[in-house]
């Protein structure tokens, strides 16, 4: 079962506390793309968008959205003052020079060393993997959000990945509608639950070890 609205926007406003000012952001297609909503644009965060933006803003006002105006994936934006536009070279140049503080992108599994699988499903017919391996493999922070469980109600964070990977040991953080995880060396790490989220319902839907804290925050 997809999420609701209201989830997906909870999910995006925990994951914009990650990103501090001055930073250099990428931010993905799905839930991801709502993140910008949270950033305050006094901030001077740049966002940075495949499709050769730097410096995106929000989403603009029903009515008010600029056909020659879009993220990468095809949705409409704004822009800050002092953005630049360029050429998708040159945008996956800033990539692969390592130059993104932090890309948060969506995910289908993730494993407890990080690895994430993103990109395809065997057997559906997909346009491409888009920037998910540069991205994934050269930000300095990568975030992934994502539903805790898929449609049938397996753990989409698992021991290995059982999805064609689209790098390994690259995710630093999970978010999902009942968790905020933090993934480090030796073991996944629970850091908050999602109201109203326990920690027991998050720790029976998880296909991996969790390691507790002395105390597990709530995120509302």
């Known amino acids: 079962m997809g999420l609701g609205i209201e989830t ?25 793309t709502l993140v910008a909503d949270y950033i305050p644009n006094d901030h001077g965060v740049l966002l940075h968008t495949e499709n050769g933006i730097l410096g995106m803003g929000g989403s603009p006002e029903t009515g008010m959205e600029d056909g020659n105006l879009a993220n990468a994936g095809g949705y409409p934006v704004t822009i800050l003052a002092g953005a ?54 050269k930000a300095k922070k990568v975030i992934v959000l994502m539903n805790h469980t898929d449609k049938t109600g397996a ?21 999902t ?17 999602m109201h109203p989220y326990t920690v027991k319902e998050v720790l029976e ?11 597990v925050a709530v995120f509302r």
């Not at 009942?178 to 639950?193: P, Q, S």
Request: glycine share 10%; with cysteine.
């Open 8 to 32: 997906r926007h909870l999910i995006a406003r925990r994951a914009a506390l990650e990103i501090r000012p001055n930073m250099i952001v990428n931010l993905g297609i799905g839930i991801p």
């Open 155 to 175: 753990p989409k964070i698992v021991k290995e990945c059982s999805l064609p990977l689209t790098v390994q040991e690259g995710a630093h953080m999970i978010i």
């Open 177 to 193: 509608e009942k968790a905020v995880i933090d993934v480090t060396e030796k073991k996944l790490v629970l850091r908050e639950v």
């Open 84 to 137: 630049s536009y360029f050429d998708s070279a040159t945008a996956f140049g800033m990539i692969r020079r390592g130059l993104l503080d932090v890309t948060v992108l969506g995910a289908l599994e993730v494993s407890e060393k990080g690895d994430i699988a993103n990109w395809i499903v065997p057997g559906k017919r997909v346009p491409g993997m888009g920037g998910a391996i540069d991205l994934a493999q």
């Open 205 to 215: 839907t998880t296909g991996a070890p969790l390691s507790l804290p002395e105390k």
